[in-house]
């Protein structure tokens, strides 16, 4: 039975290459989609496809509008799967080993210059409530490359002004990362001078709140950041993940080694933080060719 092969590739996904959940789950979703696939235009079966059978998902992946990327993953699943049924002898031959799809150039992310971020994390002024708040957030995310989704997760007592860290939790992973002094006094000054009196509730737990005294929202954090991005007139598409990749650019160009960067980004994979050394790399390429008077 198709579930039971896959369910025995699942189990050796688990205990013996003790792979993450998000990689045995994708897997298992991409191996039980081709199996569905099979079951409804094929007249074989997991073990029976053959070259040709999986050449024709990729092109039925292509004709619904998969995307190459989606396509190279489901591919990659299929290769796992199949060298796991030739090592315990269900099939003869790996039916995938010799098909490729056209992998697509990676898009490497915008970052904001090092003026640019100046200028941005100036606009907020300290004038009102309002204003020390935005500044806090914007230092915090600059200062510490956390996503979006983890800053307005934050806690009060994840933030330790007299160690000068915060502490972001992911998956119920901890990781604790370090703050500038300039992003630790506008956190200070936000949370002794205003927090006290912006939150609804004496009890309420989240580090950042909105104009209601609650939470924070995603949504209301983007517009925060898109109004500052009109004040400074900076040209650029400002996301907050942009903090995030300049952050990490800006760490990378001034000398910090990619494993550290990688534990503050909290990337699982050394591969998601590397993305930032080709930036950086095309960065000096692009400045040497406009600098350069032979180039």
């Known amino acids: 039975m198709p579930e039971d092969l896959i369910k025995a590739f699942e189990t050796y996904l688990k205990e013996e290459k003790h792979a993450s959940t998000n990689t045995y789950l994708s897997y298992v979703r991409d191996i039980n989609q081709f199996s569905d696939y099979l079951s409804k235009n094929m007249d074989c079966s997991l073990v029976t ?3 040709d059978t999986v050449s024709g998902y990729m092109a039925y992946l292509s004709g619904i509008g998969k995307s190459p990327a989606t396509m190279s993953r ?9 060298a796991f049924l030739l090592s315990r002898g269900y099939i003869s031959a790996n039916p995938v080993h010799d098909i490729n799809v056209e992998k697509t150039e990676k898009k490497l992310p915008q970052i904001l210059t090092s003026a640019e971020v100046e200028l941005l994390l100036d606009q907020p002024k300290c004038t009102d409530m309002k ?6 957030m914007l230092e915090m995310l600059y200062a510490t490359g956390i996503r979006v989704s983890e800053l ?16 972001c939790t992911t998956h119920g992973k901890d990781r604790y990362i370090p703050m500038y002094p300039a992003a630790i006094r506008a956190v200070s000054d936000y949370i002794n001078l205003v927090r006290g009196q912006m939150v609804a509730s004496p009890t309420e737990q989240a580090l950042f709140v909105n104009v209601n005294g609650e939470r924070m929202t995603r949504q209301g954090f983007w517009k925060v950041l898109k109004h500052y991005q009109e004040t400074a007139k900076i040209d650029k598409d400002i996301t907050p993940h942009t903090l995030r990749h300049s952050f990490a650019a800006h760490l990378l ?10 534990e503050m980004l909290g990337h699982a994979d050394i591969s998601s933080t590397q993305i930032y050394a080709q930036l950086v790399k095309k960065q ?3 400045v040497y060719n406009k600098a350069h008077p032979r180039a």
């Not at 204003?131 to 806090?136: C, E, I, L, N, S």
């Not at 160009?253 to 990688?262: K, M, P, Y």
């Open 49 to 51: 496809a053959d070259r």
């Open 74 to 82: 489901s591919l990659a699943s299929l290769k796992n799967f199949y």
């Open 131 to 136: 204003g020390y708040r935005d500044r806090a």
């Open 152 to 167: 307005i997760s934050m806690n009060i007592d994840d933030v330790k002004l007299s160690a000068g860290i915060v502490k």
């Open 253 to 262: 160009e001034n000398g910090a080694d990619i494993h550290s960067i990688q």
């Open 284 to 286: 000096l390429k692009d």
